[in-house]
């Protein structure tokens, strides 16, 4: 299993970006996809969730109606689109899967959000 993450960058408060994650070495629409963040000093924490057809999908309550997760089986791929970045976003963010019970990282792209 293999991620290759892109996006991530600095950016002022009340801006947009979107983050990529690129997927191999496994049967992609098969499994889920969560994006995760760590911030200095903090846990990691799970940030969105989507379904292996992307039918469903689930927030952290700090990003909830800013944030949206999505995915294209066809490019092996899942995104991370943010809005109304706010400082607090400040962190490394992660794509993540499990797949026969292992869990699986990418190398993460750090977010800075600051005027």
């Known amino acids: 299993v293999q991620f290759v993450e892109s996006g991530g960058g600095l950016v002022q408060p009340g801006g947009s970006l979107r983050l990529s994650c690129a997927a191999s070495?496994?049967?992609?629409?098969?499994?889920?996809m969560r994006w995760y963040r760590q911030a200095p000093g903090k846990e990691r924490e799970q940030v969105a969730t989507?379904?292996?057809?992307?039918?469903?999908?689930n927030y952290a309550d700090s990003v909830k109606g800013r944030f949206t997760i999505s995915r294209d089986n066809a490019k092996n791929t899942v995104y991370l689109q943010m809005t109304s970045l706010k400082p607090e976003d400040t962190a490394v963010y992660y794509c993540h899967t499990r797949v026969n019970f292992f869990d699986s990282w990418g190398q993460g792209t750090q977010v800075t959000v600051s005027s």
């Open positions: 989507i379904t292996f057809a992307g039918g469903s999908t």
């Open positions: 070495g496994f049967t992609f629409s098969s499994y889920a």
